[in-house]
């Protein structure tokens, strides 16, 4: 059974850090795309970043990129997120995804190319 557990949420003042976790188990994504998304209450579900299953792509939404930064262990099974300079609207449940398989001409920005699905972590930053 594929699991996919996130960790390091929590509560930090607005420009702190933190840094998620996801361990992947059950099965090796090495050759998959693996990616966070949020969900803000209220809000739908939105992309984050993503990564590559040769982490030599990555991928950022443009209200993170130069603050986030999506990293993979070797094995590939699992991915990290570090989050700088940390602002209230990045305040959601953060959501690890990871893809069974990987398509060269998908985009790994929308959710449904996701097959995995943590259970998401809780980040609040306050002001």
């Known amino acids: 059974q594929v699991q996919l557990v996130e960790s390091g949420g929590g509560l930090v003042q607005a420009g702190g850090s933190l840094r998620l976790s996801c361990a992947a188990s059950g099965r090796t994504f090495g050759r998959s795309p693996m990616g966070w998304f949020r969900q803000a209450s209220g809000k739908e579900r939105e992309f984050v970043s993503t990564i590559t299953w040769s982490g030599g792509s990555t991928y950022y939404a443009d209200s993170v990129k130069g603050r986030f930064t999506i990293s993979r262990d070797n094995a590939g099974s699992t991915v990290y997120l570090q989050m700088n300079s940390l602002k209230p609207d990045d305040t959601a449940v953060y959501y690890c995804?990871?893809?069974?398989?990987?398509?060269?001409?998908?985009?790994?920005?929308?959710?449904?190319?996701?097959?995995?699905w943590g259970q998401g972590t809780q980040v609040t930053v306050s002001s």
């Open positions: 995804a990871a893809a069974r398989g990987y398509s060269g001409s998908y985009d790994y920005r929308y959710d449904y190319r996701y097959d995995y």
